[in-house]
């Protein structure tokens, strides 16, 4: 069987459960899909259109009848090669939690505390500088970002989300996109009482797009700004359809003390009552759940995506990971918005978040670094249910993955690539990105995104976006 491309030469990561690095490894990819994952003999060469090691096929060989000794059987005939030679092979990296177009927001306030940051910046540029088209520009630089830093899969929730949706989909990312709801004016919904209507709306028009790339669906952003009965309407509308469903959960002191003042409950419970929780409900941050909560959530199945670079800047706390973890709780990564990163790195989440448990437990065993991998690839896949789909190179799962230049001076010498991946690797080091067979990244260039044309266009109106703030400054 001949496959459409052959990565080569490398050291790849499969990130199965329980595998090992595989040394001057190589991935075969046919179509969307990985067709092989295998060693090459000792100095194998490869050739283009064919010319290796007929007659062994591909997945579920034991052994090579040509050559005995390896467990994998040899790399298949390839119309395309990709020599890797001292780089690295792994899935791509899963976003559970970013909200794309507040790229425009990157440092435009930083170092001020959440109310005045919220209420003096983001609500009102949101309200009164936003509209669709801007949010499609700012999705457009976040997907470049995001490629450049090895991610292939982002759930992504905001405000016009159509717009996010369209800019995702020409990126070639895997998404999983949410409509945001709140129970006040939003951008592009000035009456909340429309609120589900569009969310609903926004879930249909999903038919329009790749199922297989993108999935619809809804992100309610807070128990304190929605009520009770948004959150169980749209909690309907995704559970109807079997899709996750997203909300930021307990990020802040202030709101879980609020609740538990007007209400006398706790998050968790407060969701639970209203038959929120179940496997398909996506937990946001986490920061400030009591220890009854998290049993909770590992009852219901609940998922957790854990943003710890937007905890940290916006001082809103530390998230129980271990613990959640300890209680078998499925747990991601995500970057959140870009204000209150202020990047889409989550190469950079990895190494924080891998830091920050040590020494908040005063334990450097915590949160080691290949499950730190896991949860920003397998783990994170979990979390929005595409694990049977892809995020490990698994013959028959799509070919999401990236390929990383190891031959770096801070990446030398290599004992463990999932140490480097959290303590010393870079997202500029990510050389090359696919998704589901497609090459959105090649020698660092984008392939499916014209920067020029974006760079300069958000260049130029961030200009315009500068003169609103100082308006409202002066007002
Ligand atoms: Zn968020």
Redesign the pocket.
């Known amino acids: 069987m001949e496959v459409d491309w052959l990565i080569h030469n490398a050291l790849v990561l499969t990130l199965e459960p329980g595998s090992a690095p595989i040394p001057q490894g190589y991935v075969a990819v046919k179509g969307r899909q990985i067709a092989g994952v295998g060693q090459l003999a000792s100095q194998e060469g490869v050739e283009e259109r064919g010319t290796t090691a007929p007659g062994c096929s591909l997945a579920g060989e034991g052994a090579c009848p040509t050559s005995p000794g390896l467990p994998f059987p040899p790399p298949p005939p390839a119309r395309h090669l990709l020599d890797a030679q001292g780089a690295l092979v792994m899935p791509g990296l899963v976003n559970t ?1 970013a ?1 794309a177009a507040m790229v425009w927001f990157r440092g435009l306030a930083d170092d001020l505390p959440l109310q005045p940051w919220l209420q003096d910046f983001i609500f009102p540029a949101e309200a009164g500088w936003l509209d669709a088209n801007r949010v499609y520009w700012g999705t457009l630089l976040a997907a470049a970002e995001m490629i450049k830093g090895g991610t292939t899969t982002v759930a992504d ?1 905001y405000f016009y989300e159509s717009e996010c949706r369209r800019a995702l989909a020409q990126a070639g990312l895997r998404t999983v996109t949410a409509q945001g709801v709140v129970d006040f004016p939003a951008p592009g919904i000035p009456d909340p009482r429309d609120n589900l209507k569009v969310a609903a709306a926004f879930v249909e028009s999903g038919a329009d797009f790749d199922p297989d790339l993108i999935t619809s669906t809804i992100f309610c952003h807070a128990p304190y700004t929605c009520g009770p009965e948004t959150l169980q309407q749209a909690k309907a509308i995704t559970r109807r359809r079997g899709l996750p469903w997203f909300i ?1 959960l307990a990020e802040t002191r202030q709101e879980v003390e609020e609740l538990q003042q007007q209400q006398g409950l706790t998050p968790g419970v407060h969701l639970d009552r209203l038959g929120l929780l179940d496997e398909l409900t996506v937990a ?1 941050h986490g920061v400030w759940l009591p220890p009854e909560d998290l049993e909770l959530l590992a009852r219901r199945g609940v998922k957790v995506s854990h ?1 710890p670079e ?1 905890n940290l800047k916006l001082a809103a706390g530390v998230a129980p990971i271990p613990e959640l973890l300890a209680l078998g709780v499925r747990v991601g990564l995500g970057t ?2 870009a204000a209150s990163n202020n990047d889409l790195d989550l190469m950079g989440e990895m190494s924080l978040a891998a830091r920050l448990h040590k020494v908040w437990q005063r334990d450097p065993t915590v949160l080691p670094a290949a499950q730190t991998v896991a949860l920003a690839t397998r783990e994170g896949a979990g979390v929005l249910g595409l694990a049977d789909k892809t995020v490990t190179l698994t013959p028959g799962k799509d070919a999401d993955l990236l390929v990383l230049d190891l031959n770096q001076a801070h990446l030398t010498p290599l004992f463990d690539p999932y140490s480097h991946l959290v303590y010393a690797a870079r997202a500029a080091d990510v050389r090359h990105v696919m998704v589901a067979g497609r090459w959105l990244l090649r020698d660092g260039e984008l392939i499916t995104l014209n920067w020029p044309e974006i760079a300069g266009r958000i260049r130029l109106e961030s200009r315009d976006l500068a003169a609103f703030c100082r308006n409202l400054r002066s007002l």
């Open positions: 939690h909200h929730s930021h946001v943003c937007s959140d918005g």
